[in-house]
């Protein structure tokens, strides 16, 4: 893939920045849990010792969730540390293999891959460290090995994307999608997408979909090439913000307009691109409510083992799509509701999450 170097925009400046703090949050993290070594207490009891297995820390969704999970267990009075593979599925499997051999009261995990940490989740599951698997579901042959799945609903988020392109574009035409198959949460987005083009899907041309691997750098040459490929594209569908991101500088570079650009996320550069008009649309991803969720889940996990879910708050069409992955197991997973960030909401929130 050819490297490109344009000039750098806000956008991808903004997305730097947030890169390098996130890897001095993977260092902290790192470092707290090398010096943690207090003996796992009788569950029930407290105080719990949590783990939060991510699967990166240098992005402000995922370092999000560390923050707010750190937040809730200091405030009951509990131990708790977050370890960054960094996108490396080997990385991840054998941190899990090492907790598994900790004193650990439970487990917050968000998979590299979805299908690569069996051997992890098999480790913990002999170690009796329960699971709540959070944003990004496990395959389904794996979720026998996890309490809970706690997550946006991403076919939701991806279907009010695709809705509000119809409405802007009733005739349809080119467009593109940056995806990132070997996730789950970006599969259900895309099939989301589709799902809500609806009965104008026929007018819509998809020129390509590729793997922007969901960031800025990757997307960015990729999304140049289909640019230039395809010079009366309407709009790229992103999984993503930093994907959107490389779009969207993507566009700037050769020097495009009329292309516009549809994402999920709804993060403080999402919604920075939001106000400046550079994105068209925004279904938000919601990472402190699901670290909520989960960690209250945790709690009561441990305390009566048993774990109440919410997916009762889903329309009825995105439970039959997530009971297709998961069958009868359907019954695990707690899907939060998405939304479309409004310029107005993203104003109001500008420089947060949701």
């Given at each position: 893939?050819?490297?490109?170097?344009?000039?750098?925009?806000?956008?991808?400046?903004?997305?730097?920045?947030?890169?390098?703090?996130?890897?001095?949050?993977?260092?902290?993290?790192?470092?707290?849990?090398?010096?943690?070594?207090?003996?796992?207490?009788?569950?029930?009891?407290?105080?719990?010792?949590?783990?939060?297995?991510?699967?990166?820390?240098?992005?402000?969704?995922?370092?999000?969730?560390?923050?707010?999970?750190?937040?809730?267990?200091?405030?009951?009075?509990?131990?708790?540390?977050?370890?960054?593979?960094?996108?490396?599925?080997?990385?991840?499997?054998?941190?899990?293999?090492?907790?598994?051999?900790?004193?650990?009261?439970?487990?917050?995990?968000?998979?590299?891959?979805?299908?690569?940490?069996?051997?992890?989740?098999?480790?913990?599951?002999?170690?009796?460290?329960?699971?709540?698997?959070?944003?990004?579901?496990?395959?389904?042959?794996?979720?026998?090995?996890?309490?809970?799945?706690?997550?946006?609903?991403?076919?939701?988020?991806?279907?009010?994307?695709?809705?509000?392109?119809?409405?802007?574009?009733?005739?349809?035409?080119?467009?593109?999608?940056?995806?990132?198959?070997?996730?789950?949460?970006?599969?259900?987005?895309?099939?989301?997408?589709?799902?809500?083009?609806?009965?104008?899907?026929?007018?819509?041309?998809?020129?390509?979909?590729?793997?922007?691997?969901?960031?800025?750098?990757?997307?960015?040459?990729?999304?140049?090439?289909?640019?230039?490929?395809?010079?009366?594209?309407?709009?790229?569908?992103?999984?993503?913000?930093?994907?959107?991101?490389?779009?969207?500088?993507?566009?700037?570079?050769?020097?495009?307009?009329?292309?516009?650009?549809?994402?999920?996320?709804?993060?403080?550069?999402?919604?920075?691109a939001i106000v400046e008009g550079t994105m068209t649309a925004d279904a938000a991803q919601v990472p402190i409510k699901e670290a909520e969720v989960a960690f209250n889940q945790g709690l009561e996990l441990l305390k009566t083992g048993k774990v109440a879910h919410e997916s009762s708050k889903i329309p009825e069409a995105d439970v039959t799509y997530y009971t297709g992955q998961w069958g009868t197991n359907i019954d695990k997973a707690t899907y939060l509701p998405s939304y479309l960030i409004t310029k107005e909401m993203a104003q109001k929130d500008a420089g947060k999450w949701?």
């Open positions: 893939m050819p490297e490109s170097k344009p000039p750098e925009s806000g956008a991808k400046a903004r997305m730097k920045k947030n890169l390098f703090v996130g890897a001095l949050c993977a260092m902290y993290f790192s470092v707290g849990f090398i010096c943690c070594g207090a003996d796992n207490p009788e569950k029930g009891a407290g105080p719990h010792s949590f783990v939060f297995l991510s699967n990166t820390l240098n992005n402000t969704y995922q370092s999000t969730m560390a923050d707010t999970l750190k937040r809730l267990a200091t405030s009951n009075g509990d131990s708790y540390v977050a370890l960054d593979p960094d996108y490396d599925v080997s990385k991840q499997v054998n941190q899990m293999l090492d907790v598994a051999n900790k004193h650990v009261s439970l487990v917050f995990l968000i998979p590299v891959d979805s299908g690569g940490v069996h051997a992890g989740l098999d480790a913990l599951h002999q170690a009796g460290i329960p699971v709540i698997n959070i944003d990004t579901a496990v395959v389904a042959g794996d979720v026998g090995l996890v309490q809970s799945v706690v997550a946006t609903d991403c076919f939701m988020a991806g279907k009010l994307d695709g809705e509000q392109m119809v409405k802007n574009h009733a005739d349809g035409g080119k467009i593109a999608i940056l995806d990132f198959p070997e996730n789950q949460s970006c599969i259900d987005r895309v099939q989301g997408f589709l799902a809500g083009l609806g009965g104008s899907r026929s007018k819509f041309e998809i020129v390509a979909q590729q793997d922007g691997a969901a960031a800025l750098d990757k997307s960015l040459p990729i999304a140049q090439d289909i640019i230039q490929a395809h010079p009366d594209l309407k709009a790229f569908f992103a999984i993503n913000d930093p994907s959107a991101m490389g779009a969207i500088a993507a566009i700037q570079a050769t020097h495009r307009s009329g292309i516009e650009v549809y994402s999920v996320d709804g993060s403080p550069d999402g919604k920075a949701q």
